[in-house]
């Protein structure tokens, strides 16, 4: 069955400095989303995108983070000055086949630890 | 907002049926959905429901819908250790292409 892959599994780094988190959707998913789930608390929307533009995002979504499908396989998720309450699980989601909506599946995400 | 409510903790003896329970506080969802977390992995749908239903049945999974009173619940016969995870409602307004809203989980323990 197909999946969405999310790589690293898990990223470390130092307050202030920038990270990608990468996605690679199910391949004829059309919608695609990023979500959050801090330890202990709810799995929170961050972001979902369309057609290469932004269709909704919720207020944790601020300009310190940005999307992009830098190619026909790869959604990312930038955090450019990460703090230390960006820590958390990032889950990449992805929806929606030609013709057809579909439930959104989701990938196994990326542990994000800010130091 | 959509909020959506569940107990943190079930445990249930193998063998016995566990049922998991949700309330949402947004009339116009449309579908919502069980997802299943085991530890370290990420979050495998189970099943959804739309809202014109009122139960769905997929082999050892039923799921329960009571509209008018915003509750959902997700049956699950002959509980097995394979079982234990915690176990996400979600709902949302449009199948598949809108956020989803998430409950807080339910842990479910199997005790042998």
């Known amino acids: 069955e197909p999946e969405v892959t999310q790589t690293p599994s898990h990223q470390v780094t130092q307050m202030g400095q920038e990270v990608i988190l990468r996605c690679v959707p199910i391949s004829n998913h059309l919608y695609f989303y990023w979500y959050r789930q801090i330890l202990g608390q709810k799995v929170e929307f961050l972001v979902s995108f369309y057609n290469n533009e932004i269709s909704e995002k919720s207020e944790i979504f601020d300009d310190q983070f940005s999307v992009e499908r830098p190619d026909g396989s790869n959604f990312t998720l930038k955090i450019r000055s990460t703090k230390l309450e960006d820590s958390a699980m990032y889950f990449c989601?992805?929806?929606?086949?030609?013709?057809?909506?579909?439930?959104?599946?989701f990938g196994d995400g990326t542990r994000l630890s800010i130091l | 907002g959509e909020d959506v409510e569940q107990s943190l903790f079930l445990s249930v003896r193998e063998g016995d049926s566990s049922v998991i329970n949700c309330t949402y506080t947004?009339?116009?969802?449309?579908?919502l959905y069980w997802y299943k977390q085991e530890p370290g992995a990420g979050l495998q749908l189970l099943t959804y429901?739309?809202?014109?239903?009122d139960m769905k049945q997929d082999q050892r999974l039923t799921v329960l819908l009571n509209k008018k009173d915003k509750h959902l619940s997700l049956r699950i016969a002959d509980t097995q250790t394979g079982d234990s995870a915690i176990y996400f409602c979600a709902e949302t307004a449009n199948f598949g292409n809108e956020k989803l809203t998430f409950g807080t989980g339910t842990r479910l323990t199997i005790i042998p």
């Open positions: 989601a992805s929806s929606g086949g030609q013709g057809a909506t579909q439930p959104q599946h």
């Open positions: 947004d009339s116009s969802s449309t579908y």
């Open positions: 429901i739309f809202s014109n239903m």
